[in-house]
């Protein structure tokens, strides 16, 4: 039984605007797990393959027109339909890395004008991550990263808006989450942030019961200090 618990894998989810990079960083993280020895698998939402997961893509390449309130409980369908498997697979011991979660549920939705507690409540029951990085990139930062694609959402205004919501979350109840996880994205001190994630993956695979599903997934994230914070407090208390 005890075993069990311990062998658990870990919830790594990584959220920010378009091309701040969650793609990449998340496959590079799950390799280096893979280099470590660990099982871990790249997961992503929405994930299209589904015949929900269509549904989104029709809409987010503008073949189809949805209500607001629609797609966002489309969006949370969608992460309900997997949290069985979702389930199987950390109780089996395999750690998933998960690029955009419901923190990207919320923020878009709530960034056109949707009722943030209301865009909340699909939500909470669905596992909680044992660690949110946001990757902090300015939207005009990102749009200058080979452009913005033709999908709904990939227009600067609207990233702009996406942001403040974002922060809105994070204010409001992402406390726990350090914002230096920022630097895992600035080019330098790049493999020491993998690091920083990939101890933080070990570590929650002995950590806490799975069973903690949480009430509000939104208000149960973890904490990351990047290897640059670290170093910055190690020479400053030197
Ligand atoms: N959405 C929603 O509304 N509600 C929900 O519940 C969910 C999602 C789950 C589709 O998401 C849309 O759905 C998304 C949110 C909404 N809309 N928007 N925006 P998606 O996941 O399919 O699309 P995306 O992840 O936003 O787009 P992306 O372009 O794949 O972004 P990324 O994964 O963060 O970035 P990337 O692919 O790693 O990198 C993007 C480019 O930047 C690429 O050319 C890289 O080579 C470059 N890059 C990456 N890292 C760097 C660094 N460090 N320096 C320089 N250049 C870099
Ligand atoms: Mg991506």
Redesign the pocket.
Known sequence: EGNKKESRGALIVLE???????????SRLVSYLEGEGLSAELW???D?TTNVGQM?SAY?TNASQLDDHT??LL??A??WEKRSLMETKLKSGTTLIV????Y??????SAKGLDIDWCKAPENGLLAPDLVAY?DISPDK?AE??GY?D????KLE??QK?AEHYKVLHDASWKSIVHDVIDI???DN?DDNLAVLAEIAHKHDKGKALEAVHEDVLGKAGVLTSARARRKRAAASS
């Open positions: 920010g605007l378009d091309r701040s990079g969650k793609s990449s960083q998340c992503r939402f929405p299209r989104i987010l797609i966002h969006f949370s969608n992460r690029d955009r979660y419901s990207s549920g919320v923020a878009f939705s990757l990102a990263r080979g694609g999908e709904r959402y990939e609207f990233q996406v994205n600035s080019g790049d």
